[in-house]
């Protein structure tokens, strides 16, 4: 691949191997022209992250060169990234809650007068930094009163106060609405007029159609293509992502659902501040039924996931599986009552990062029959039905023995996910089931999910990405600041641009609308 030393970024030949012996870049070619949105794109484990570390100085590699401006450079840290006019914004927000939008813009390089951080001229700037790139947020509201939308503005403000020219995204619509996308979107390309280059490392291909310049794709660790954005469909995207075709949509037939095995009645659950984060709600999952939760990070999912599942205790209400009043039982007790949860953090909940996959992928039966006798593991067992799960799930790892923590992200969710689902459960709550995780690995999953409906789980899936679960789900709850909002009994009659205003607080149903969702 020629480069144009002219160009504003141009990583040559970049080869980077960790001590085990994991090749993560090979001879990478990545250049950037000037004031375009380029899209990093590949499959987990193409080596996106790692590139983007070496780029931020977070990383050395063991070869390669990287111009900046056409001079060579080498980072020995992110802080001299910074300084040469590189910032990131990452998937989590790294934000002081407590603190205003100003004291987190200017943090770390504070104006000062007689020796006193100078609160006004941090809010002068900052005011005028949003109005250049029409980042319109109060520099004096407190991060913790924000949307998560305004957040990811304040993110961005952060880079731009540092007088960044490159501006890295990584996967910054994942917890967008629609409405939020399309904002962000606006933003980006008057930041682009502007003179700020963009790299926009997303999994969403509809938005780098619809966003971005250029495009480079990663596959194993290589740089594979290169090409204009302009007249390439999703289709071809994927193929070079993959070097394959792919099936990118989901098929189902219609649910036949039955009666409920969750129930949830006027269930309470406070947050850490001691506020209600989930705020009297009710609703019941059918067996042979998907039932999908919209919403904007932070209006209680994650609160409502962590009670059902036993993580949790819950200040008032009443929930219910397989008939079963769960309240005091322990997280195996209601296991036992046929209950399986794909957890929102994989690393926290969902998986031990230092045990080997077989381990993980028996950790919830561990102590059954046939899985231990006389308080030893039934070793050839367990890894029988390991093989069994690496394949029939395609867990791409070199053995059953090698440590989740090795595995990439879409390799261990896929290794949470055939743990959860080879339970055979009768209730399966999915809490973000495809977060972070590639196209290929992330249609797996969803065809997974719907396979287990049709043989009569119910499943509670709950997803930040709306396009997810308007393929997914057979019925809707848009959850707004601890309630439920909305409910569409018939997910079909439902939109991305509909649910986002449910998810925003711009409409909200009528009790009676929302009650049918209890199915009493």
Not at 30 to 44: D, P, Q, R, T, Y
Not at 247 to 258: C, N, T
Not at 337 to 359: Q, W
């Amino acid at each position: 691949m020629v480069f144009e030393l002219t160009s504003i970024l141009a990583m040559q030949g970049i080869t980077k191997i960790y001590p085990n012996g994991l090749i993560a870049n090979r001879d990478v070619d990545f250049m950037v022209e000037k004031g375009e949105i380029h899209a990093l794109i590949g499959e987990n484990g193409a080596g996106k992250t790692t590139l983007m570390k070496i780029l931020f100085g977070a990383e050395q590699p063991e070869r390669g060169t990287v111009h900046l401006r056409g001079e060579p450079i080498n980072f020995s840290g992110p802080m001299e990234a910074i300084k040469a006019g590189i910032g990131m914004v990452y998937q989590h927000f790294m934000l002081v809650e407590s603190m205003t939008v100003a004291e987190n813009v200017v943090l770390g390089l504070e104006p000062c007068k007689w020796g006193l951080i100078n609160i006004e001229e941090a809010q002068r700037r900052t005011l005028e930094i949003s109005k250049q790139y029409n980042l319109n947020v109060d520099p004096k509201a407190r991060i913790m009163d924000l949307s998560i939308g305004q957040k990811q503005k304040v993110e961005i403000l952060k880079v731009l106060y540092r007088k960044a020219e490159i501006l890295i995204l990584d996967e910054p619509t994942a917890v967008l609405t629609p409405q939020e996308t399309r904002e962000l979107f606006v933003q980006l390309k008057e930041m682009k007029e502007k003179g700020i280059t963009v790299i926009f490392i997303s999994h969403k291909l509809k938005e780098i159609v619809e966003l971005c310049d250029r495009l480079t794709v990663l596959r194993r660790g290589e740089s594979v293509a290169r090409a204009s954005v302009a007249g390439i469909t999703e289709s071809e995207i994927s193929k070079l992502m993959l070097g394959q075709e792919v099936q990118l949509g989901v098929e189902k037939e219609s649910a036949k659902p039955g009666a409920p095995s969750l129930r949830v009645k006027n269930l309470i659950v406070r947050n850490d501040e001691g506020r209600n984060a989930v705020n009297d709600i009710s609703f019941g999952v059918r067996n042979g039924e998907i039932l999908g939760i919209a919403g904007v990070e932070g209006n209680g999912q994650t609160e409502l996931a962590m009670a059902i599942s036993g993580l949790t205790k819950y200040a008032a209400g009443i929930v219910e599986i397989a008939g079963k009043d769960i309240r005091g039982a322990s997280v195996r007790g209601i296991r036992e009552l046929g209950f399986s949860h794909i957890p929102e953090d994989r690393m926290t909940y969902g998986a031990c990062a230092f045990a080997g996959v077989y381990e993980n992928l028996i950790s919830d039966r561990y102590y059954k029959k046939g899985y231990s006798k006389y308080g030893l593991l039934q070793s050839n067992h367990i890894n029988s039905e390991g093989d069994e799960l690496i394949s029939g799930y395609y867990i791409k790892c070199r053995s059953g023995r090698e440590p989740v923590l090795s595995l990439s992200g879409g390799n261990i969710q896929k290794v949470v996910v055939a743990r959860e689902c080879s339970a055979v459960p009768g209730v399966l709550l999915a809490n973000q089931p495809t977060r972070g995780i590639d196209v290929m690995a992330a249609g797996f999953v969803r065809r997974k999910l719907i396979a287990m409906r049709d043989t009569g789980a119910a499943i509670l899936l709950i997803s930040a990405d709306i396009d997810e679960v308007l393929e997914v789900s057979d019925s809707i709850i848009v959850m707004q600041n601890g309630k439920i909002a909305a409910y569409f009994s018939d997910a079909t009659q439902a939109t991305a641009e509909i649910l986002g205003e449910y998810m925003l607080g711009l409409k909200t149903q009528t009790t009676e609308e929302i009650r049918r969702v209890f199915h009493e």
